[in-house]
């Protein structure tokens, strides 16, 4: 049965660690100094080395060749770890073995003597995993462990660690292996292996695998396997479902020059290729990311794992694009890579986020924060609505008041208080067309309403102590919705505030306020509440008016 590549070619002794060097020479220099750590925290992405070293490291404690060249990797020791037949050796994956149970048993072990090699180790992998118990159970062997006990701890996730077992450890961070490394290294695979590959190819592999040394030989393994005499790129582009650099460029170039139909037209052929539009996303926010340092930092040192033909095209599009646009691309598609994920139109997210980036994202209604500006006087409320016992029946909106042509071709119709007094005699109609095109659950959180406030820029609803309505209004899309249908009866874009409370208050950014003065004849809003919900008037000392009929 064949070996699997990434396991054949572990690394065996410090020189074949690639891209740790920080890490391996402060141990080369710990023994050559006799000053090896009793424990030693081992963190970083996976597949960059950590077991492989740690595992190096108990080979040089235990290695009985020339002192100053361990590990020697031919000593039976040396030999004896590399087969995993090393009875000092014990490794425990914390993953399975998290328990407080297991780490006892561990700890009544750990004080017999080594039966082989002068060191017994401990490699304790993904130990963020071990329970808070289990941890508690490992801190005061970990703190004074026997003299011929060493522990390795791994973890991908450090944060996870509690600082009590942080302080007892000396800690080494293992970074992503730059891309430059991963591709030499499978080269040097690659011949030992008499494996065909284009250079470019081993590239594109040791892009993919993001810093990931494993991954990157396991897709090499992998692509010895296609059939083919050499491996090429566009055999690595197929099997990753990648596209070509120039598709990449092409798209980066549609959308410095603002063309909206060459980028899709790339997207539905890429659709239709059967390319997978997630890894074509991230390889544009690679590119884009590009394009983003050369016009921050003006050094194309900074991409030498791409080609110089790349590179020239990069710094073209880096004069082309402005800096916020590039920044603003490469967040938005970003987020398009987490929402291409199946779907009845996958491409969907993409089209929009190309869309987005050159016309413009859709301006969205803010809600502003309520800071009083000016109040109104007691003397003149603004109309108190209340929900109503039954639903009023669904209407059109009403014909768009004079004026409003104006508001259309882009002159703001000034909000005067005749347009207020539109506003409180259609209310019934406003509601209606809440009902129709938001549905009758917004116009019934809308009846909640307590009080209504006008500015020039931006009308306040309060709802009183009613949060579950002024909740729902204020969803981004429904607060967007009931502003243009408040816009269509006032003539004029307003923003809208929704508050509790039974006084709404404007904020600063609301303008003038603007008042309904008019005096002649029942307010409208006034009339509704107490035809519909048989509401009493009083004065203002309390006494009861004469209760209105219909």
């Not at 950590?50 to 990797?73: F, H, V, Y």
């Not at 284009?198 to 059939?227: F, H, K, N, P, W």
């Not at 190309?354 to 413009?360: M, P, S, T």
């Not at 309520?370 to 009403?398: D, F, G, N, R, T």
Request: proline residues 5%; hydrophobic residues 40%.
């Amino acid at each position: 049965m064949a070996q699997a590549l990434y396991r054949k070619w572990r690394s065996r002794t410090f020189d074949e660690v690639v891209g740790q060097e920080h890490v391996t020479q402060t141990l080369r220099n710990a023994l050559r100094d006799n000053r090896v750590a009793h424990a030693y925290l081992f963190s970083g992405p996976r597949g960059t080395g950590k077991t492989s070293t740690a595992r190096i490291l108990a080979k040089a404690l235990n290695c009985t060749g020339p002192e100053e060249n361990r590990p020697c990797d031919v000593c039976p020791t040396c030999v004896a770890i590399s087969e995993g037949r090393m009875l000092d050796l014990i490794e425990i994956d914390a993953a399975s073995n998290n328990g407080v149970d297991d780490i006892r048993e561990l700890r009544d072990k750990v004080g017999f003597r080594p039966s082989e090699g002068s060191y017994k180790i401990y490699i304790i992998d993904e130990v963020h995993m071990l329970s808070t118990n289990a941890f508690n159970a490992l801190l005061k062997t970990l703190e004074e462990p026997p003299p011929h006990a060493r522990f390795i701890l791994a973890t991908t996730e450090p944060h996870k660690i509690p600082a009590t077992v942080h302080s007892r450890c000396q800690r080494f961070d293992f970074r992503r292996i730059p891309v430059v490394e991963i591709a030499a290294h499978l080269r040097h695979i690659a011949t030992e292996e008499n494996i065909q590959a284009e250079d470019a190819a081993l590239t594109v592999i040791a892009r993919s695998a993001q810093g990931c040394m494993r991954d990157a030989i396991s897709l090499l393994d992998q692509m010895t396997s296609y059939g083919a005499e050499a491996i090429s790129v566009a055999q690595v582009n197929q099997v990753l479902g990648s596209v070509a650099s120039e598709s990449v460029s092409g798209f980066v170039d549609a959308l410095a020059e603002q063309n909206v139909t060459a980028g899709l037209q790339l997207i539905h052929d890429l659709l239709l290729a059967g390319a997978s539009l997630q890894e074509f996303t991230t390889q544009v926010v690679e590119h884009m990311r590009g394009v983003m340092l050369l016009q921050m930092t003006g050094d194309s040192g900074l991409l030498d794992d791409r080609s110089p033909e790349t590179v020239k095209r990069m710094e073209a599009q880096a004069k082309q694009l402005t800096q916020p646009q590039t920044l603003y691309a490469v967040k938005r598609f970003g987020e398009a890579i987490g929402e291409l994920k199946g779907g009845h139109q996958p491409q969907l997210p993409l089209e929009l986020a190309l869309i987005e980036i050159v016309r413009g994202p859709a301006a969205l209604v803010v809600q502003a924060a309520p800071q009083p500006v000016q109040s109104i006087p007691a003397a003149q409320p603004v109309a108190v609505l209340s929900a109503p016992a039954k639903e009023m029946p669904a209407s059109k909106p009403s014909a768009a008041p004079a004026g409003q042509e104006k508001a259309e071709e882009g002159v703001p119709v000034p909000l005067d208080d005749a347009a207020v007094g539109r506003l409180r005699a259609q209310w019934n109609d406003v509601l209606a067309a809440v009902r129709e095109q938001c549905g009758l659950k917004q116009q019934a959180a809308l009846r909640a309403v307590r009080d209504i406030a006008i500015g020039e820029n931006a009308i306040a609803l309060s709802f009183g102590n009613n949060k579950f309505a002024r909740d729902m209004i204020s969803e981004p899309e429904i607060l967007a919705q009931v502003s243009g249908i408040l816009a269509h009866f006032i003539g004029r874009q307003v923003a809208v505030e929704c508050q509790e409370g039974e006084t709404a208050t404007l904020s600063a950014a609301a303008g003038r306020v603007v008042r309904d003065e008019k005096k002649d004849g029942p307010d409208p809003l006034l009339e509704f509440a107490v035809s519909e919900l048989g509401a009493e008037v009083k004065d203002e000392k309390g006494e009861k008016g004469a209760k209105r009929k219909r």
